[in-house]
């Protein structure tokens, strides 16, 4: 079975400032990873993922992600935020199966 | 190309009542999931269905059940709502475990 931490539940930012969201998986085989944002009163949008290959993923709206194996990590980054990020952000993964696990979620909180 | 459409968008029950939350896509997607997204608790999968026909159970699937009929259609079905039901629903379609699930927009349902 398959695991994801979020390891900030919310993460406060002034605008124009970087960001990381941190995220943190367990499996026992190879696995697929995503990021989704929830904006308030939405359903989930998906951000970025990563298969396989060159570890930085870059996804919508200026993100960016990077897969450590070794850590078995996925954080977040965004160099600079805007107040329109302002949301919840989930991260999720398949390993092996149609389905996807997601942590808990971070709440972003961007103020001017 | 209507994505994913969830209906009804809001709904409050009655403990005991039954109910059916509707889902469908228009994307010949074959895998189709149910999520309930509580405060603090991500989203947790309740069933999950892989093609016409084939449905099974996610992490929290007591007191809901599914079927598949069609490859567009994934209704979840409430048998005798309970006041922990109370959650936010959402359905999300898949073509591949790679791809990324699409996701829609969420049933908001209160037992009372």
């Known amino acids: 079975a398959q695991s994801v931490t979020q390891l900030d539940s919310q993460v406060p930012v002034f605008e124009e400032a970087p960001v990381e969201l941190r995220c943190n998986y367990s499996s026992s085989v190879s696995v697929y990873l995503f990021w989704y944002v929830q904006y308030p009163n939405q359903g989930l949008q998906l951000l970025l993922k990563?298969?396989?290959?060159?570890?930085l993923v870059k996804g919508i709206n200026g993100f960016e992600a990077e897969f450590n194996k070794s850590q078995t990590s996925f954080h977040l980054r965004k160099p600079s935020v805007h107040i329109s990020d302002t949301a919840e952000y989930f991260c999720?993964?398949?390993?092996?199966?149609?389905?996807?696990?997601f942590g808990k979620g971070t709440m972003l909180l961007v103020s001017p | 190309n209507a994505g994913v459409t969830q209906t009804p968008k809001f709904q409050v029950l009655k403990t005991g009542q039954s109910m059916t939350l509707q889902c469908a896509q228009d994307m010949n997607h074959e895998y189709m999931s149910w999520y309930r997204q509580d405060p603090g608790m991500g989203l947790r999968l309740i069933h999950y269905?892989?093609?016409?026909?084939?449905?099974d159970q996610g992490e929290v699937p007591n007191g809901y059940n599914v079927s598949r009929s069609t490859t567009e259609d994934f209704p979840l079905r409430l048998l005798s709502a309970a006041p922990s039901q109370t959650s936010v629903y959402f359905c999300?379609?898949?073509?591949?475990?790679?791809?990324?699930?699409?996701f829609g927009s969420g049933t908001r349902l209160t037992v009372v």
């Open positions: 990563y298969l396989s290959g060159s570890t």
């Open positions: 269905s892989v093609g016409a026909g084939i449905t």
């Open positions: 999720a993964v398949s390993a092996g199966y149609s389905t996807l696990t």
């Open positions: 999300a379609s898949s073509y591949g475990q790679s791809i990324g699930y699409t």
